[in-house]
T-cell receptor, first 112, second 110 residues
Framework: DAGVTQSPTHLIKTRGQQVTLRCSPK?????VSWYQQALGQGPQFIFQ???????QRGNFPDRFSGHQFPNYSSELNVNALLLGDSALYLC???????????FGQGTRLTVV | GEDVEQSLFLSVREGDSSVINCTYT??????LYWYKQEPGAGLQLLTY?????DMKQDQRLTVLLNKKDKHLSLRIADTQTGDSAIYFC??????????FGQGTELSVKP
């Protein structure tokens, strides 16, 4: 079992650009959540996807959007990038009915 | 509120016990987690405790939960240099959203 995999591992973008991050959940998991972890901080919940729909959303602007595919993989899109969007973006997968969430290694996004 | 708070740093000598503390405000959580993050890595689920338990032991790890004071602690016995990392406590909310503390950086000196 490959666990939760995220791509790319690192990314550098310019202010104003758009970015797409990808996540493949652990085998058998149907729920994907995304978190933003700024340097020196704990992860902050962005949103959660289940059955291809956004089920919960944290306090993030509409520039942050996502998608879940029929195979349960997910994408996080961020438009009009700001310097403050520089962070480690973590994907977590779980079973809807279970309480254990497993995290990927994250994508380190740097906005210059 | 959705606050989870931790002290930021802890330094111990190899072989000593480490105790990492966490306080939370919402008492409705049915369970609480401890995650470990090594430099440049994602989060590793270390252990969890259900809210109807006071203590859980798992090899070198002991979790204590004081529901009255809304206080959670993680004790690592015989701390090793490989335990150096950032430790996060986390509380789930309805639907599975996790609220994390700021993390405690554990430094283990040989």
């Amino acid at each position: 079992d490959a666990g939760v995999t995220q791509s790319p591992t690192h990314l550098i973008k310019t202010r104003g650009q758009q970015v797409t991050l990808r996540c493949s959940p652990k085998s058998g998991h149907d729920t994907v959540s995304w978190y933003q972890q700024a340097l020196g901080q704990g992860p902050q919940f962005i949103f959660q996807y289940y059955e291809e729909e956004e089920r919960q959303r944290g306090n993030f602007p509409d520039r942050f959007s996502g998608h879940q595919f029929p195979n349960y993989s997910s994408e996080l899109n961020v438009n009009a990038l700001l310097l403050g969007d520089s962070a480690l973006y973590l994907c977590a997968s779980s079973l809807r009915s279970a309480f254990e969430a497993f995290f990927g290694q994250g994508t380190r996004l740097t906005v210059v | 509120g959705e606050d989870v708070e931790q002290s930021l740093f802890l330094s111990v000598r190899e072989g000593d016990s480490s105790v990492i503390n966490c306080t939370y405000t919402d008492s409705s959580s049915t369970y609480l987690y401890w995650y470990k993050q090594e430099p440049g890595a994602g989060l590793q689920l270390l252990t969890y405790i259900f809210s109807n338990m006071d203590m859980k032991q798992d090899q070198r790890l002991t979790v204590l939960l004081n529901k009255k004071d809304k206080h959670l602690s993680l004790r690592i016995a015989d701390t090793q240099t490989g335990d150096s990392a950032i430790y996060f406590c986390a509380a789930p909310r309805e639907g599975g959203k996790l609220i994390f503390g700021q993390g405690t950086e554990l430094s283990v000196k040989p």
